[in-house]
């Protein structure tokens, strides 16, 4: 049995379970799927950020799922892990110990996710309680998957930036320090509000050098004000925060939904920055701030735009075969998506991730418009096949000689033969694993017409054939051979099936054919009788002398007493009388009645009557059968 999951088949296999996850998790619960296969089993990691918590029964089951939906079946075991970013060994594992069909849920016998460490990552330690000791089993898993997945250098937290060195407080205290009080800011006015109550002997000069202080005075309140202009910058750190996360987020980005809170997180930061004044002494790292912001998000809405497009192209392209209909705006999404990735900057923090998929992009694209080009054909082509379908189920209607069904048969056989050729996958190939099942029936109802056509063409004409023969041979009286080929005739006539285009001719011919063997029959029996009628003639009437001549026809024989016959008879019975011999006399007319029993044996076997002459035409006497 091959295995269902090649190795270069991983990459592709982890980022579709990836996006399939990020669709169905929470927003804000990103996982990293990664794949090996080791020791004939498919091992899994999702790798996910500390904060990040996550339930594990749910976790794994939405993992096993979306592996089981694009992998279809899954030889060995199926080991799932979840690791934390930055860390060696993972925190929990489920292991499947029978493989999975495509379409399974939790294996109930598979039992509860694993935890491989004494608590979840986001569990706070209990100083009271005692790590249990792990297992031989979570140890060997745990190996088996710091060995699959060994650490990337990306997955360590990136260095801070260089100017927040330079910041003099740490982040979190520039957090807790608090700023210049409302009150304070007010201070200076205050005084010269008090400044009112001086004697009116110089109120008026005063009240000039008052107005100009409050102008003054104002102008400073709103300078002060601003972000920034006195003490610790606060938006600064807040806008560095969110520059770094957005950063390590984009570094590691392969969904839209990463990119956009990413994006999110740099036009916070961008505000905070543009905020900032230009007297204020950050103003410059703001500024640098704001550039490296721009760099940031340069790529990141033709990014998000295109791998919406792809997702939309992969949601539309499911379950295949479609019409062109259908996969014409699939790929034009994958147009749309590979356009816009192929903007994507060099600079941009999206650019590897525009690398990395434009290929498997690309292939998505040539294969749909394959997939386009092949419905398109096989459209043409079961239009021409409909065709040829149609005129063969008319002919079939009106067909009747052989050569039509002839021609009806290979039609079907063309039909069925071009059905069984169209591309596979597509929506014509569909129609025509429909329609295949009813086109072969009536290939098989041509084939047994044609076949019955044939028989019945060819035993009607033998039929006719022996039919002529026959008539010759009765024309010249040849009633033996009539016979034989009388019956020939009728036997092939016999062989026509019923229900073809001969078999009404035939019918009517067979009843003539019937009719002309019965006289044929009776002609041979009275030939046959005339013949033996013959051969008896000729023995009675041989002797010597010889005894008698004969004629024969259909109604008398005719039979003549030879002179030497006549005189050798006289002349015996004359020494009879002579001699007085009495036995000679007996002889002579035992012979002469026996003479006469056999001429009138051979009359009667005739069923003709005999008629007697002597040798000189005199008639002796006549005998008629009974």
Known sequence: MTTAVRQGDLKTIADLIEERLHAELPEN???????????????????????????LPSTFKAIQQAILALVGYVPGQLRLYLRVKGQKNPYAYHALKTPQPLGAVMDPEGGEPVLLLDRPP??????????PPISEEARQAMDLAAAAFPLNPFDAPPPEEAFEEQLELSPERQRQRKRPTQKQRQRKPQRQRKSQNQPSSWLLPFSACAAIALVLGSATFYALSRP???GTCQEIVTANELTQDSAELLQAAQYQQQIQAARA???????????????????????????RNRNLTAGLDE????LDSALSAVAQGKNPPHPVTVWEPVASNWQQAIALMESVPPDSPVYPLALEKLPTYRANLTEIQGRIQAEKTGREQMQAILSVAKVAIARSGVAQSVESWETIYASWEQVIQQLEALPRGTMAHQEASQLLPSYRSQLELSRDRKTKEKIA?????????????????TLNNQWSQAVDQWNQAVASAEQVPTGTYYYPKTAASLQEFKAEREVAQEELKKANLIAKTRADLNNTCQGNPKVCEYTLTDSVISVWLSADYIRKIQ???????TNRDPKVRQGLDLHVKTLRTALEAIADN??????LYDPYGAFIGRHTPN
């Open 606 to 611: 005739a069923q003709l009557p005999l008629e």
């Open 29 to 55: 619960l990103p996982l990293r799927i990664r794949c090996a296969y080791k020791q004939g089993n498919l091992i899994v990691l999702g790798e996910h950020t500390p904060e990040v918590k996550l339930d």
């Open 303 to 306: 990014m998000v735009i295109a």
């Open 265 to 291: 997180q740099l036009t916070s930061a961008s505000q905070l920055l543009t905020g900032i004044p230009l007297w204020s002494k950050d103003y410059g790292t703001a500024q640098r701030l704001l550039r």
């Open 122 to 131: 986001h569990s706070a330690p209990n100083p009271r309680e005692t790590a």
């Open 457 to 473: 063409t060819e035993a009607y004409e033998e039929a006719i054939l022996a039919a002529d023969r026959a008539e010759n041979s």
């Open 571 to 577: 002349q015996t019975a004359t020494i009879a009388t």
């Open 228 to 230: 920034c202009a006195i």
